[in-house]
């Protein structure tokens, strides 16, 4: 059975971190590239980072750029988001997804941040 399990949100006060993992079981996670997407209240989904199968390669949103951090282990099955400054507007469901351009793809359930004072 495919598995995303996401953990490590939680409330957070801005200007805080957290660091978000999704462990991954089911298949084959090294040839899988993850991302990480968020859905804050009442808006649609938000790409917000990515990393390639080989974890060479990693991108992020503009909204992101230099405050999150994508990683991968490929031993543990793991990738992590590193989320620092944070700012109320990451409140967010963030979401661990895996893909591959033949077998499709996989989603977490997500796990809920909240940025509140």
């Known amino acids: 059975e495919v598995q995303l399990a996401e953990s490590g949100g939680g409330l957070v006060q801005p200007g805080g971190s957290l660091r978000l993992s999704c462990a991954a079981s089911?298949?084959?996670?090294?040839?899988?590239?993850m991302s990480w997407v968020r859905q804050a209240p009442g808006k649609g989904l938000e790409w917000v980072s990515g990393?390639?199968?080989?974890?060479?390669?990693?991108r992020y949103a503009d909204s992101v750029m230099g405050r999150f951090t994508i990683s991968r282990d490929t031993a543990k099955s793991t990738v992590h988001l590193q989320m620092n400054s944070l700012k109320t507007e990451d409140t967010a469901v963030y979401y661990c997804?895996?893909?591959?351009?033949?077998?499709?793809?996989?989603w977490g359930q997500g796990t809920q941040v909240t940025v509140s004072v």
């Open positions: 089911g298949f084959t996670f090294s040839v899988y590239a």
């Open positions: 990393i390639n199968s080989g974890g060479g390669s990693t």
């Open positions: 997804h895996a893909a591959h351009r033949v077998w499709g793809g996989y």
